[in-house]
């Protein structure tokens, strides 16, 4: 959306700068971290090539990161731009003054005119969708506010609710597998590779916490996401199955290579500990914990939901002396224009395009209807020091999570060159290794691995928490007022005239319009919310209504307004100009000269005219008596 500066502020402040300072100071200490391993590498790799390069890698990975988070948030502390177009229309605007802008933003308006003239008709709230799948609907029926939420907020509760139902399925099919290795379903081999379920039961936490704390894309501010039982049924189904063909396929791999469980047993006590049991422990109390902080958030918000869909309605017949077309110019025109915010010109989501069917003598129907939103100004989204305090809290503790796992990456970094370093020492006797030599390689690669693990699994959590406190720090809520107007009636012409006298000089004719008005106004005060973004596309984004409400002080001041005009309209032409006036005062006098002739003059005038009409009835009769003689 093209940046149209205006010199009114309406109000629109970055949302980011917080957060933006907190992401800098991260991207900063990343930096400097890797331009620490690149300042070793380059020594290092004068005497090791193979370390260097490590440390290299390492470097560069971690730079590239830090000057990323870095740029994104120096990014999200400048000058928020925003014109006098934002935020994003409701449905496609027709406003002739925002043709460039309605175009640009045409693929991210979430509805169309029809649908909001059904909400404000139907005293409705289409943004409101039934959630899909079965845990989706367990969710909102545990939490019933959540249905009124914005889309992302809806996506972020359910991913959250996923992953604690994910884990504790595992958890308990983890419980069935032990029950079916250790009581011998599984075969003799079932009890020696229990530790390996208890590996997978570990990696699939990590990625299931994992996936929870990647970031809400935008898709999901256009619909929910599915959230299903089919996952729940494939966990238990495995849980029941991989036992048993894991127990019988390692069976016959150790009577193929005709190993004793003895011996397997042996083998197992050399491989170091994954500590399974601390990561899984580790894990429970770090998803708790980050869940705690997300629900605080989350409970605020819902405390603050008004789910109302109310409006104000007029529905009346007014008869009135005056044109249709009039109406619907006075409305667009002075009615709708008084009412701009900030002199911005409305949201034209339907055009008034006015139909007059005119039929015979004089008589005919018209009908019109628009939908137009005043523009948008900023609604303080108040949750409370609390609400800001945990956001603020989920924001650092994510960014300083994110900076330790950064640290286990360096560290990481140094234990893989100690497994490198530790190989190539025993490269040269790997058929004559001790067992004292084979468990140092193998507590060295544990370490690493270790460390490998840890690295992920903070930064799975590190974010969930910045994701979402990014989330809260987004949502940016607006409120307006949305007017649907429709208009039908008949209308009759008749002629009046005035000045008609018998001495009148002048005389005013006035072809009149008579219509019978059956307005139907619908007024709501909306309240809309969107998600923005730092960039090019700061609010370019789905605005979606979250409540509406009655507003009857403002429909009554439209009824006012539109009466008034009515009222006031003079219905016979007169003269206005002070020439006409003049003009017509001069023929008036004229008149006035013209008719004063004296009181006797115009008697003896009248008396001459009577006996000169006598006298000439008489000759008339005698010419009519001398004819019948004659016959």
């Known amino acids: 959306m093209a940046f149209d500066y205006g010199s009114i502020d309406l109000g629109l402040k970055n949302p980011f700068k917080a957060e933006g300072y907190v992401t800098a100071v991260r991207g900063l200490i990343q930096s400097g971290l890797g331009i620490f391993l690149l300042i070793l590498a380059a020594g290092k790799v004068k005497e090791d090539a193979t370390s260097g390069w490590i440390l290299m890698l390492f470097g560069v990975?971690?730079?590239?990161?830090?000057?990323?988070?870095?740029?994104?948030?120096?990014?999200?502390?400048?000058?928020?731009?925003?014109?006098?177009?934002?935020?994003?229309?409701?449905a496609l605007n027709y406003s002739k003054s925002e043709s460039s802008t309605a175009a640009e933003e045409k693929p991210y308006v979430a509805y169309t005119a029809k649908e909001l003239e059904e909400m404000l008709v139907g005293r409705k709230n289409t943004t409101f969708v039934e959630p899909q799948g079965f845990l989706a609907r367990l969710l909102h029926s545990l939490l019933p506010k959540l249905l009124f939420m914005p889309y992302p907020i809806r996506n972020m509760a359910q991913r959250l609710f996923g992953a604690w139902i994910s884990t504790l399925v595992a958890l308990c099919a983890y419980g069935l597998v032990a029950f079916i290795s250790l009581a011998g379903f599984a075969g003799s081999i079932g009890e020696l590779i229990f530790p390996v379920y208890s590996t997978l039961l570990m990696v699939y936490m990590l990625l299931t916490w994992r996936s929870a704390g990647k970031a809400i894309s935008r898709k999901a501010e256009t619909e929910i996401e599915s959230l299903g039982s089919g996952a729940l049924v494939k966990i238990i189904s495995m849980s029941l199955i991989l036992p048993a063909v894991i127990?019988?396929?390692?069976?016959?791999?150790?009577?193929?290579?005709?190993?004793?469980?003895?011996?397997?047993?042996?083998?197992?006590?050399?491989?170091?500990?994954?500590?399974?049991?601390?990561?899984?422990?580790?894990?429970?109390?770090?998803?708790?914990?980050?869940?705690?902080?997300?629900?605080?958030?989350?409970?605020?918000?819902?405390?603050?939901?008004?789910?109302?869909?109310?409006?104000?309605?007029?529905?009346?017949?007014?008869?009135?002396?005056?044109?249709?077309?009039?109406?619907?110019?006075?409305?667009?025109?002075?009615?709708?224009?008084?009412?701009?915010?900030k002199e911005v010109p409305n949201r034209v989501y339907r055009e008034l395009d006015p139909e007059l069917h005119e039929q015979v003598d004089g008589k005919g129907g018209f009908k019109g209807e628009m939908i137009q939103e005043v523009q948008p100004k900023v609604k303080p989204l108040e949750l409370g020091n609390m609400f800001s305090k945990t956001r603020l809290i989920a924001l650092v503790s994510g960014n300083a999570l994110y900076v330790i796992a950064s640290i286990f990456s360096v560290f990481f970094a140094f234990s893989l060159i100690d497994v490198y370093q530790q190989g190539?020492?025993?490269?040269?006797?790997?058929?004559?290794?001790?067992?004292?030599?084979?468990?140092?390689?193998?507590?060295?690669?544990?370490?690493?691995?270790?460390?490998?693990?840890?690295?992920?699994?903070?930064?799975?959590?590190?974010?969930?928490?910045?994701?979402?406190?990014?989330?809260?720090?987004?949502?940016?809520?607006?409120?307006?007022?949305?007017?649907?107007?429709?208009?039908?009636?008949?209308?009759?012409?008749?002629?009046?005239?005035?000045?008609?006298?018998?001495?009148?000089?002048?005389?005013?004719?006035?072809?009149?319009?008579?219509?019978?008005i059956t307005p139907w106004v619908i007024v709501s005060r909306i309240v809309s919310t969107t998600f923005a973004s730092t960039g090019m596309r700061n609010l370019e984004f789905p605005r979606y209504i979250l409540e509406m409400h009655k507003d009857e002080q403002e429909l009554q001041d439209?009824?006012?307004?539109?009466?008034?005009?009515?009222?006031?309209?003079?219905?016979?032409?007169?003269?206005?100009?002070?020439?006409?006036?003049?003009?017509?005062?001069?023929?008036?006098?004229?008149?006035?000269?013209?008719?004063?002739?004296?009181?006797?003059?115009?008697?003896?005038?009248?008396?001459?005219?009577?006996?000169?009409?006598?006298?000439?009835?008489?000759?008339?009769?005698?010419?009519?008596?001398?004819?019948?003689?004659?016959?």
């Open 61 to 90: 990975v971690t730079l590239g990161l830090g000057i990323k988070s870095l740029s994104t948030g120096i990014y999200a502390t400048l000058r928020y731009f925003v014109g006098r177009n934002h935020p994003t229309s409701l």
């Open 247 to 341: 127990g019988v396929s390692a069976s016959w791999l150790i009577n193929q290579i005709h190993l004793s469980p003895e011996e397997i047993s042996h083998w197992l006590e050399i491989i170091p500990s994954f500590y399974v049991g601390a990561y899984l422990i580790g894990i429970l109390a770090v998803a708790a914990l980050c869940s705690s902080v997300l629900l605080i958030m989350l409970k605020k918000r819902l405390n603050a939901i008004i789910s109302n869909a109310e409006v104000s309605e007029l529905r009346e017949n007014w008869q009135e002396s005056v044109h249709p077309n009039e109406i619907f110019i006075n409305l667009d025109n002075l009615v709708m224009a008084n009412r701009r915010y």
């Open 424 to 516: 190539s020492a025993l490269s040269g006797a790997l058929k004559n290794l001790s067992l004292p030599q084979i468990q140092t390689m193998l507590d060295i690669t544990a370490v690493s691995l270790h460390l490998f693990v840890i690295g992920i699994l903070i930064r799975s959590f590190a974010g969930l928490l910045s994701n979402t406190a990014h989330l809260f720090f987004a949502e940016m809520q607006f409120e307006s007022m949305l007017i649907y107007f429709k208009c039908e009636g008949t209308f009759t012409e008749s002629k009046i005239s005035t000045g008609t006298g018998i001495h009148d000089s002048t005389r005013s004719e006035n072809v009149l319009v008579r219509s019978s």
């Open 558 to 631: 439209i009824k006012k307004d539109v009466i008034s005009f009515l009222k006031d309209r003079e219905s016979i032409a007169a003269i206005t100009s002070e020439r006409d006036l003049g003009n017509a005062s001069q023929i008036h006098q004229l008149n006035q000269q013209t008719r004063a002739i004296p009181t006797e003059q115009r008697l003896a005038h009248d008396e001459e005219a009577a006996g000169f009409l006598e006298k000439q009835a008489e000759i008339e009769a005698e010419g009519a008596e001398l004819s019948k003689d004659k016959d």
